[in-house]
C-alpha cells in the first residue's frame, strides 16, 4: 500500500508565504500561455499525480522515456510529459531564466526553464505509438507539436479554472480518504465511457478481491464519438447511487488528455493510479487503444516489462452478455456459442442510448440511460 | 549514445548464496534477473527514507480532512 501521508508523492504547490510574493510579480516574468491540456499536464505534476516528475521532462529523460519506457534512472515511466512551444515561442527564452505559465488571464506556474532542445517526431511516433501513421490520433497530436521541447521544474501558484473541481481530488487527498474509509487495498478503474453492465461485471469481479473500487474517470480532450465528460459523470453517479455500497465505492475525476497509446498508455495509467493510493489497477481488453493498432491483449502482456511497477494489474479478458447463461459472461466462463453472445461495443452502447424506447436492462441500467439521456447531444461532435 | 548508456550502470557485490537466494525468489516472476530485482528492492528502501518537500503535519491532515468533507467524500 502506498504511503498514505504521501510522503513519497512529489509536491510542487508553491506555499502560501511565497505564492503571494511571486503572484505580485508574476507579470515581470517571461510569459508562456497554455492551452487547456498543457495546464492539465502543469496542475498533475505539481499535484503529484504524475510523481516522481517534478517538471517537464529534459531531453535525456525524454529520449529514455521514448526509447526504453523508463526514466533515465530506470524507473517504469512510458509516456512523454513535455512541454512544446514553436520556434519563435523559444527563441526569446533563455536556459536559467524562471519562466511563468499562463492559464489565460490566470498565472498558474512558474517554471525553472533548465533545458529547451530539438526532438523527432517520427521518432516520438515510434516509440510511443508505435506507428508513425499520422490517422493515429496520438500520433497525429505528436506530429502537430511545436518544434522545442522546453523542460524544467514547475512550482504551482494556484490550482486552474475547471467546471469539474468539485469532483476532482489530489493523490493526497484520494490517499487520505482511502484510508478513512478503513481501505488497505484499492482498485483503480479508468474509464472514458458510460458504464454497462459489462462494466459493472468487471469493478464488482475486482471489488471482490479488495477493499475499495476507485473509479477515475478521464476528463480531457477527446476524440469525436467519444462520450463528453459531464455525461459520463453523470451516468456514473447514476451508477453509484443504485447500484453500488457508499462504503465500497468512490470516484474522482482525472484531467487528462487520452493518448491513445494502448500498451505504453496502459503502464502510464497504472502508475498514476498507484499515485492515487491504489493498490490495483484494472486493465481489460485493448486498454487506451484506438482502431487496430494494438493487438487486443498487448496492453495486458506489455506489464510483464514491468514487475517493478509497484501496483498490481488485474486483467479481464472480453465481456459480453450470454443469452443462454442469463448474465454477463466471459471467454473463460461462458461454453456457449458465439450465436448467443451480445457485444457490449462503443458502437453497439451508442446504437442502444440514441434509440428510443427502454434499453435491455440486463444491458444497461435504466438508470444510466436516462442520466445520459438528459443530455440533447451526448457525445463530441466533430471539431 | 552507447557512452552515456554504458555509463546508466554499475556493479555492486553481493555475497553468492544471497544472489543465488534471489535467483530462486523471482523463479515465475517478471523479473528477468537478480539485478532488475536488487534495483527495485532498492529503489523502494530508498525512496522510503526521502521526503518530498515539507513533511505532513497532522494540520495539513486535518485539512485535508476539512476538503474531504467539504466536498461531500467524508460525512
Known amino acids: 500500500m502506498p504511503d498514505l501521508n504521501g510522503a513519497d508523492l512529489i509536491n510542487r504547490v508553491l506555499p502560501e508565504e511565497q505564492r503571494q510574493e511571486v503572484l505580485s510579480r508574476a507579470l515581470l516574468y517571461p510569459r508562456l500561455k497554455l492551452d487547456d491540456e498543457k495546464v492539465n499536464e502543469v496542475y498533475n505534476v505539481c499535484q503529484g499525480v504524475y510523481s516522481p516528475l517534478e517538471g517537464f521532462q529534459g531531453s535525456t529523460d525524454f529520449r529514455s522515456v521514448v526509447h526504453s519506457g523508463r526514466l533515465s534512472n530506470g524507473q517504469p515511466w512510458t509516456i512523454p510529459i513535455v512541454l512544446d512551444a514553436s520556434a519563435a515561442e523559444a527563441s526569446p527564452l533563455k536556459e536559467g531564466q524562471t519562466l511563468c505559465l499562463w492559464q489565460g488571464d490566470l498565472p498558474l506556474a512558474l517554471m525553472h526553464l533548465d533545458e529547451k532542445y530539438a526532438y523527432d517526431k517520427a521518432g516520438l511516433a515510434s516509440g510511443v505509438f508505435g506507428t508513425t501513421d499520422p490517422k493515429h490520433p496520438g500520433v497525429a497530436r505528436a506530429l502537430a507539436m511545436g518544434d522545442v521541447l522546453l523542460a524544467g521544474k514547475l512550482d504551482l501558484l494556484q490550482d486552474p479554472d475547471d467546471p469539474y473541481s468539485r469532483h476532482k481530488l489530489t493523490p493526497v487527498q484520494t490517499r487520505q480518504l482511502f484510508r478513512q474509509k478503513g481501505w488497505r487495498t484499492v482498485v483503480g478503474f479508468q474509464t472514458r465511457n458510460v458504464p454497462h453492465l459489462g462494466h459493472e461485471y468487471v469493478q464488482k469481479t475486482a471489488l471482490s478481491f479488495v477493499d475499495g473500487l476507485f473509479i477515475n474517470p478521464v476528463i480531457g480532450k477527446k476524440k469525436a464519438g467519444d462520450f463528453r465528460d459531464e455525461v459520463i459523470l453523470d451516468s456514473y453517479v447514476a451508477l453509484m447511487e443504485h447500484y453500488y455500497l457508499p462504503e465500497r465505492v468512490t470516484m474522482s475525476v482525472l484531467r487528462q488528455e487520452m493518448r491513445y497509446a494502448g500498451p505504453r498508455e496502459a503502464i502510464f495509467h497504472a502508475i498514476v493510479r498507484k499515485n492515487f493510493g491504489c493498490t490495483h489497477f484494472i486493465v481489460g481488453r485493448d486498454h487506451a487503444g484506438v482502431g487496430n493498432y494494438y493487438t487486443p491483449y498487448a496492453a495486458q502482456e506489455i506489464f510483464q516489462d514491468y514487475p517493478d511497477l509497484g501496483i498490481t494489474p488485474l486483467f479481464f479478458t472480453a465481456f459480453f452478455y450470454c443469452r443462454k447463461c442469463g448474465s454477463v459472461a466471459n471467454e473463460k466462463t461462458c461454453p456457449h456459442d458465439g450465436s448467443l453472445r451480445i457485444d457490449f461495443s462503443g458502437t453497439w452502447l451508442r446504437k442502444v442510448l440514441m434509440e428510443k424506447g427502454e434499453p435491455p436492462a440486463e444491458l444497461l441500467r435504466p438508470e444510466v440511460a436516462d442520466a445520459v439521456r438528459k443530455w440533447e447531444h451526448p457525445l463530441v461532435e466533430e471539431a | ?75
Not at chain 2, 14 to 23: Q, S
Not at chain 2, 30 to 43: A, P
Not at chain 2, 48 to 59: I, R
Open chain 2, 1 to 75: 549514445m552507447p557512452d552515456a548508456d554504458a555509463k546508466k550502470f554499475t556493479t555492486v557485490s553481493i555475497p553468492t548464496p544471497l544472489f543465488h537466494k534471489i535467483e530462486e525468489r523471482i523463479k515465475g516472476t517478471g523479473f528477468t534477473s537478480v539485478s532488475s530485482y536488487v534495483t527495485y528492492v532498492l529503489r523502494e528502501v530508498v525512496a522510503e527514507g526521502e521526503t518530498q518537500g515539507e513533511p505532513f503535519t497532522k494540520e495539513d491532515e486535518q485539512r485535508v480532512k476539512e476538503r474531504l468533507r467539504a466536498l461531500g467524500y467524508l460525512d
